[in-house]
């Protein structure tokens, strides 16, 4: 079995041994893709040797097949019966294919399609020589295609254009130079997942419908809670579509534990409330805010240090503040792994000022509740088991396939009092089995998307060594970036020290800026510099990194790695490319 550290979970390695490009791994991949049934073994062959049947890369508005069919039956029966030819897709429609009556040869055919179309797609994600994006603007796009829905259906033929369309212009966010977002990668098992839970093609609110992905959910929600620290992982969870509905489930909760008739009589029977969170927290608290009728005026925002880190002082002074006024504090909000800077804000210093005036504690670790995965970097949420509840999102640090967001409570049985609606139509009192096991009541969705199984999959694939081989690897990265540039001419670092996250925010100072005294004009011209840069890599489609304004600085690039995919080259070649599309400046 691979070592934790070896390419087993990572596509990429120092020596190039995870390049496609690299024969041994274009030999690997063809062996798999010979179990495929319907030549698709040989297509995948072709386009990661290159040999002559590898599509050509089109500028049309018709971008060619991705496969080359041998010759189709030209019968016009629907299902074509003709044994030995392939399936004639111009001829058949969606009605053509299961539930219709001998609609098996036709679907396995198209399926099997649709599976050549993604697993090229896979393969490209993890070529280096492949574009990150192949960019259009917006217009371009809508000229381009005819996107309308028609009244009338269109043939299959014309469906896996589309296919192909789509995927032709969408971003390969597994690729391993995009840096874009906090969430990047692309897992084989997660996708494997994914596809099966799509298969599947069931709700999450009773036992009754999905007895195997509500067990997974029970068994995975509770190992993340001992992994929080909270004893024989007691308490309560949930799955939610994402981070922002995770931190408004707690603020939900915190809310009706400290007013529980705000449930039935609403915001006008409490008093005036008042949350707390940093200046450098995402902006979810206060749309949680809105959203619950607390308003965003009652979202207090605290002070943080020149590192990014809430100011724990400032945080007592502004709760005394609100108690004079004779507001109610309800909630303090702490980050674990900020947006931006990827600061941890100290939670034992939170956790005490929350306890000393009883407010609820919650920590949004949406982006850094993954280095709870590793023990040499899970020191950073030291206090998290003394929160209330934390928001957790493995499709984040971890590479979870979107979306996964976990929103973990301490105390059990809270979540269903402050949701449960008593639907009779759905949770019936008189079940044969154990109710406990009916989650919807306690959330706030009806439907609710299997999103357990693609984390639960890879756990069992990875094991806990593998996700901390994988953050432990993405944290190394941006160390070496940052010891790369802290120093080099023409970077200059936001804040001084290296990161705690894999954030690393830097200006690139082109050399007709590096000149200037640090005055206005230079910050102007500065504040160009990472839109420009930005542009021309989506243009060139080499590479994606993320920039943005903060406070008084002006426009840096917020480099963010999560992909294990990338390696120290990936790293070279985007300084090397900022510096490329920026010395013009």
């Known amino acids: 079995m691979a070592s934790p550290g070896s390419g087993f979970w990572s596509f990429g390695s120092e020596d190039g041994s995870g390049d496609p490009e690299n024969p041994g791994t274009a030999r690997a991949w063809c062996q798999v893709a010979q179990k495929f049934t319907g030549g698709i073994g040989n297509k995948l062959c072709a386009l990661l040797y290159g040999d002559a049947e590898k599509p050509a890369e089109s500028s049309g508005s018709q971008p060619p097949r991705a496969t080359s069919r041998k010759a189709a039956c030209s019968c016009n029966q629907k299902p074509c019966s003709c044994p030995k030819a392939e399936v004639n897709y111009a001829f058949l429609h969606a009605t053509d294919l299961l539930p219709a009556c001998d609609g098996e040869r036709p679907t396995l055919a198209f399926l099997q399609e649709v599976m050549d179309i993604l697993l090229q797609y896979v393969v490209k994600s993890f070529d280096r020589s492949t574009k990150v994006i192949d960019f259009h603007y917006p217009n371009e796009l809508l000229q381009e295609y005819n996107w309308e829905l028609a009244d009338q259906p269109q043939n299959l033929e014309e469906i896996l254009m589309h296919c192909q369309t789509t995927l032709k212009y969408a971003i390969k966010t597994g690729h391993p130079?995009?840096?874009?977002?906090?969430?990047?990668?692309?897992?084989?098992?997660?996708?494997?997942?994914?596809?099966?839970?799509?298969?599947?093609?069931?709700?999450?609110?009773?036992?009754?419908?999905?007895?195997?992905?509500?067990?997974?959910?029970?068994?995975?929600?509770?190992?993340?809670?001992?992994?929080?620290?909270w004893p024989g992982g007691s308490g309560d969870g949930i799955f939610s579509p994402g981070g922002a509905i995770s931190n408004m489930y707690a603020m939900l909760i915190a809310r009706f534990k400290m007013f529980p008739e705000v449930k039935e009589k609403g915001m006008a029977a409490v008093p005036r409330l008042i949350a707390f969170t940093s200046e450098h927290?995402?902006?979810?608290?206060?749309?949680?805010?809105?959203?619950?009728?607390?308003?965003?005026?009652?979202?207090?925002?605290?002070?943080?240090?020149?590192?990014?880190?809430?100011?724990?002082?400032?945080?007592?002074?502004?709760?005394?503040?609100?108690?004079?006024?004779?507001?109610?504090?309800?909630?303090?909000?702490?980050?674990?792994?900020?947006?931006?800077?990827?600061?941890?804000?100290?939670?034992?210093?939170?956790?005490?000022?929350?306890?000393?005036?009883?407010?609820?504690?919650?920590?949004?670790?949406?982006?850094?509740g993954g280095l709870l995965m590793s023990r040499k970097h899970k020191w950073k949420l030291s206090g998290v088991e003394r929160a209330n509840s934390v928001t957790w999102n493995p499709?984040?640090?971890?590479?979870?396939?979107?979306?996964?967001?976990?929103?973990?409570?301490?105390?059990?049985?809270?979540?269903?009092?402050?949701?449960?609606?008593?639907?009779?139509?759905?949770?019936?009192?008189?079940?044969?089995?154990?109710?406990?096991?009916?989650?919807?009541?306690?959330?706030?969705?009806?439907?609710?998307?299997?999103?357990?199984?693609?984390?639960?999959?890879?756990?069992?694939?990875?094991?806990?060594?593998g996700f901390e081989a994988h953050i432990d690897k993405c944290l190394e990265l941006a160390e070496y970036l940052y010891n790369i540039i802290k120093n080099r001419e023409g970077y200059e670092m936001v804040f001084d020290g290296k990161p705690q996250h894999t954030n690393v925010c830097f200006w690139y100072?082109?050399?007709?800026?590096?000149?200037?005294?640090?005055?206005?004009?230079?910050?102007?011209?500065?504040?160009?510099?990472?839109?420009?840069?930005?542009?021309r890599m989506m243009e060139s489609g080499t590479t994606m990194v993320s920039y943005q304004p903060l406070g008084d600085k002006v426009n840096f690039f917020r480099m963010v790695i999560s992909n294990p995919a990338a390696t120290h080259q990936d790293i070279d070649f985007l300084i090397e490319e900022i510096e490329r599309l920026g010395q013009d400046l």
């Not at 990668?185 to 007895?211: C, H, K, Q, R």
Request: charged share 20%; proline share 3%; aromatic share 10%.
């Open 281 to 368: 927290s995402h902006f979810s608290l206060k749309k949680g805010a809105a959203a619950l009728g607390i308003g965003t005026d009652s979202v207090i925002l605290i002070k943080c240090d020149e590192r990014g880190k809430m100011i724990p002082s400032d945080l007592e002074r502004r709760i005394l503040e609100a108690k004079q006024k004779g507001f109610v504090p309800f909630l303090v909000s702490a980050t674990a792994g900020t947006t931006v800077y990827g600061a941890f804000d100290p939670l034992l210093a939170v956790a005490d000022i929350c306890k000393k005036y009883k407010i609820w504690m919650h920590v949004d670790a949406a982006w850094g």
């Open 177 to 229: 130079r995009y840096f874009n977002q906090l969430s990047t990668g692309l897992d084989m098992v997660g996708l494997a997942a994914d596809w099966l839970t799509s298969t599947a093609n069931t709700n999450m609110f009773t036992y009754e419908i999905a007895p195997v992905f509500v067990l997974l959910e029970y068994v995975t929600l509770k190992k993340m809670r001992e992994i929080i620290g």
């Open 509 to 535: 100072v082109p050399p007709s800026l590096r000149v200037l005294d640090n005055n206005e004009e230079r910050l102007s011209r500065l504040s160009k510099v990472a839109p420009v840069i930005k542009a």
């Open 395 to 465: 499709h984040k640090m971890m590479g979870v396939p979107l979306q996964c967001s976990a929103l973990l409570v301490r105390e059990e049985g809270l979540m269903q009092s402050c949701n449960q609606m008593h639907a009779s139509y759905l949770f019936q009192q008189d079940k044969h089995y154990d109710l406990s096991y009916d989650t919807g009541d306690k959330a706030l969705q009806c439907g609710r998307h299997v999103d357990v199984f693609k984390l639960w999959l890879m756990w069992r694939a990875k094991g806990t060594i």
